[in-house]
């Protein structure tokens, strides 16, 4: 199976800040990264599909980018409601498998 | 609106079987694959099972492989997802998603969305 290891684990940032979430696959996996938000109690919302592209709707603040085995997911100008847990996840071969999650918390 | 419902979780004893079921509305459901993802409590997400539009092949994450059972009704838009020989590990927020795909330049790409509420699973011991 193919392992996915975001890091951090965990990052503080205030409201208009820029963050950077890795996403690391243990083979490469092309372009074949989305990237999910999940808020509390609430499931997940698709963001990013083939590492860069960004779903319809969603704000440009998000951007994704990476091939073969290192991908960033970034935002720009955090806003309040972007505090959540981010997922990646690889759509190359079942089994799909998802990294550990980043917890963006508020400082 | 697209939405998929998810339903049929509850507390069930270890070896136990449950059926989960998702509806879906406001898409053509038979063109589409479909998945499971779950969600033990406080945990991170793990994909469960993916069928294809007919139904003519499934996949199976190698934790549930030989124990749940992806099938679907196209006549009906649901999706059937049957848990035999259930053990504690199983518990979790079960969620049924919806795997668009794309070709982007010659390369079909596939992802999750939209997702269903979730339902819990709940085995004890």
């Known amino acids: 199976d193919i392992q996915m290891a975001q890091s951090p684990s965990s990052l503080s940032a205030s409201v208009g800040d820029r963050v950077t979430i890795t996403c690391r696959a243990s083979?490469?996996?092309?372009?074949?990264l989305n990237w999910y938000q999940q808020k509390p109690g609430r499931a997940p919302k698709f963001l990013i599909y083939a590492a860069s592209r960004l779903q319809s709707g969603v704000p440009s603040r998000f951007s994704g980018s990476g091939s073969g085995t290192d991908f960033t997911l970034t935002i720009n100008s955090l806003q309040p409601e972007d505090f959540a847990i981010y997922y990646c996840?690889?759509?190359?071969?079942?089994?799909?498998?998802f990294g550990q999650g980043t917890k963006l918390e508020i400082k | 609106e697209v939405q998929l419902v998810e339903s049929g979780g509850g507390l069930i004893q270890r070896g136990g079987s449950l059926r989960l079921s998702c509806e879906a509305s406001?898409?053509?459901?038979?063109?589409?694959?479909m998945n499971w993802v779950r969600q033990a409590p406080g945990k991170g997400l793990v994909w469960v099972s993916r069928i294809n539009e007919d139904g003519t092949y499934t996949a199976y994450a190698d934790s549930v492989k030989g124990r749940f059972t992806l099938s679907r009704d196209n006549a009906k838009n649901t999706l059937y997802l049957q848990m035999n020989s259930l053990r504690v590990e199983d518990t979790a927020v079960y969620y049924c998603?919806?795997?668009?795909?794309?070709?982007?330049?010659?390369?079909?790409?596939?992802?999750?969305?939209?997702w269903g509420q979730g339902t819990l699973v709940t085995v004890s011991s």
């Open positions: 998603a919806r795997g668009p795909r794309m070709a982007v330049a010659g390369t079909w790409y596939t992802w999750f969305d939209p």
């Open positions: 406001g898409f053509t459901f038979k063109d589409y694959w």
């Open positions: 083979q490469s996996i092309t372009s074949h």
């Open positions: 996840q690889q759509s190359y071969t079942t089994p799909y498998t």
